[in-house]
Structures are given as structure tokens and as C-alpha cells.
């Protein structure tokens, strides 16, 4: 009679791995959830696309496109997170660009809503293809957002600047 023995250290690393899946899926799906800032401000949105406009060039961001009440911006080159381990390690190369919308806000005429999102793309090299950043450069793309809002708000001293959200 053949009896199966099972290996506690098998077993270990058999639930470390499960963990450490689960645990990353929950920073992934964390992440997914703050790819937007958004702010109401007392203004047209006429008036308030060229204040969003001056704060872009305000923070060096070219504008690629502008189409009615969006604006995207051109591809912003930033350092990417780190990949590999030991001596393998290597700095990735970034990019991300900016899509503003501003829309009236439809309880209030008067009003108007500013909302940023961002896309950022990461490779190792110019030998490869850009590809969609997991989650390494969203909390960048965050800051970078914030830095902008915080720049339409400075351009509008008499605002009053409503609730953010996501």
C-alpha cells in the first residue's frame, strides 16, 4: 500500500503564493478607482477651458487636442517604476497625457466641472512597445492631476471651488 505524503513545505509556499496573488489583485483593483480628480467651479465653461488652459501651459504640458469641452494634452516622458531584482534591476521609461473635461454642472447653470484623467504607458526600452502602466505610475499621474486642479484654482482667486470627487 502506497500512502501519499504531502510536504508542509510545499503547502507553505502553495498558500504564500495564493496570499501574495490576492494581495496584489487588491493594490491592482485599489488603484483602478483614482484615475480622476474633479472639481465644480463658478464659471462657464468657455471662461473656464481657457483658465485650464493657461494652468497646462502653467505646468509645462503641451495641448495635442481640444474638442468642444475636453482638452487632451501631448505625452508627458517620466521615469517608470523598477522591474526585475539583484543585479537585473532596471528603471522603465514612462509617458502619461492628460484628458480634461469640463462640463456645465446641470444643477446649477452658473456653474461648471472641471475632471482630469490620465493615461500612462510604460516599456523598458525604446526597443519595445509602449504598453498600459499596471499601477506603478498612477499615484504620479495623481499628483501630476492635483498639481493642475491646483493650477486652475490659482488662476481663479474670486472662485468659489465646490466638493471634489472621483
Known amino acids: 500500500m502506497i500512502r501519499s505524503v504531502r510536504h508542509p513545505l510545499k503547502i507553505g509556499i502553495l498558500n504564500l503564493s495564493v496570499i501574495l496573488t490576492v494581495l496584489c489583485l487588491a493594490c491592482t483593483m ?22 485650464v488652459s493657461k494652468a497646462l501651459k502653467a505646468a509645462s504640458l503641451d495641448v495635442a487636442a481640444v474638442k468642444d469641452g475636453s482638452i487632451e494634452t501631448s505625452w508627458e ?41 490620465w493615461e500612462t504607458q510604460e516599456r523598458p526600452n525604446p526597443n519595445y512597445d509602449w504598453e498600459p502602466t499596471q499601477t506603478g505610475s498612477l499615484d504620479r499621474g495623481r499628483l501630476r492631476a492635483v498639481e493642475i486642479m491646483k493650477g486652475v484654482e490659482a488662476l481663479l482667486p474670486g472662485s468659489n471651488p465646490g466638493k471634489e470627487g472621483s
Open 77 to 117: 516622458q517620466h521615469e517608470g517604476t523598477e522591474h526585475g531584482i539583484l543585479w537585473w534591476r532596471q528603471r522603465w521609461q514612462a509617458r502619461t497625457r492628460y484628458f480634461v473635461e469640463i462640463t456645465p454642472v446641470y444643477t446649477d447653470p452658473t456653474r461648471s466641472r472641471v475632471q482630469i484623467t
Open 30 to 51: 485599489a488603484h483602478l478607482g483614482e484615475a480622476a480628480i474633479g472639481r465644480d467651479f463658478s464659471l462657464d465653461r468657455l471662461m473656464l477651458r481657457e483658465h
